[in-house]
């Protein structure tokens, strides 16, 4: 079967780049990537810059994307973020869940949910992470922990919402350690994945669902990820904070 899914290909800027030196990473990539139309490329700069990223991008062939928001609407929640900012900061798209969150800030599947119900019910598009440990894989729970991950994360997400829905396999021992995943190790886990979301909404919404792989992913290596039957897709940290890698990427052959 011919895979029809568009790649999608994302810089998580992680908590790099003030508002001028995230407004000059984005008019920089603006050219480099300007050409490119199979290919989806979203950037995720921090909330501060945003509005900077927003305005270099207007028109492009590049969408924005934040890198959290929380599921309430508005008041008293120190530090957090509402949908409705990331929209009117010119948001289509956000990260959730991401395994740093989950490391150091308390993240669960529960507020996983939660924050992917908010962002689809406000039209926001959700990059969802799920990953294991180094641990947990070591132990032979790689399925366990990400079929947890999905259907916690998932829970009351509807078959039509899935549309605006990518996971990202982020296995957490190849984040910023220069370790990738092998394509065969990533393509098995995201094989699985797909496997859980026919499982959940049927072969349809599975057979349409983008997987990005996660973890150091590089100019190098990229090509032979995206070979893979079920990989769909890159969510870059380190290899997109720079113009000319993180279009080298995106222009992978
Ligand atoms: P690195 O590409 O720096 O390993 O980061 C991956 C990541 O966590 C992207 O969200």
């Keep these: 079967m011919v895979n029809k899914r568009t790649p999608i290909i994302a810089g998580n800027w992680k908590m790099n780049k003030t508002p001028k030196e995230a407004r000059e990473l984005a008019q920089a990539l603006v050219p480099l990537v300007a050409g490119v139309k199979d290919r989806e490329v979203v950037l995720a700069p921090p909330f501060t810059a945003l509005s900077a990223v927003a305005e270099a991008i207007n028109k492009t062939n590049i969408a924005l994307a934040a890198q959290n928001l929380h599921w309430e609407d508005k008041g008293a929640f120190t530090g957090e973020i509402s949908a409705e900012m990331l929209l009117d900061s010119g948001c289509r798209y956000v990260i959730i869940g991401h395994s740093e969150r989950r490391q150091y800030f308390g993240e669960t599947d529960e507020t996983v949910n939660k924050r992917t119900r908010k962002a689809l019910s406000k039209g926001l598009r959700a990059i969802i992470c799920v990953g294991e ?4 894989r070591e132990a032979s729970k790689v399925n366990e922990i990400i079929g947890r991950q999905l ?8 078959a039509a919402d899935m549309q605006s829905v990518v996971i ?3 296995p ?10 092998t394509p ?20 349809e919404t599975a057979g349409a669902l983008r997987i990005q792989y996660g973890g150091s992913v590089t100019p190098e290596n990229v090509s032979t990820l995206m070979a893979m039957s079920d990989i769909d897709g890159a969510l870059v940290g380190g290899a997109s904070l720079k113009p000319e890698s993180f279009a080298a990427l995106v222009k992978f052959t």
Excluded: C, M
């Excluded at 440990?133 to 947990?136: D, G, K, M, Q, S």
């Excluded at 259907?151 to 509807?158: E, K, M, R, S």
């Excluded at 190790?185 to 049927?202: P, S, W």
């Design 184 to 203: 065969e190790q990533a393509n098995d886990v995201h094989h699985f994945i797909r496997e859980q979301i026919k499982a959940l909404y049927g072969p």
């Design 133 to 136: 440990t180094l641990a947990e």
């Design 168 to 170: 990202a396999y982020e």
């Design 172 to 181: 957490v021992w190849a984040i910023g350690t220069g370790k990738t995943a």
């Design 151 to 158: 259907a916690g994360g998932l829970a009351g997400v509807t």
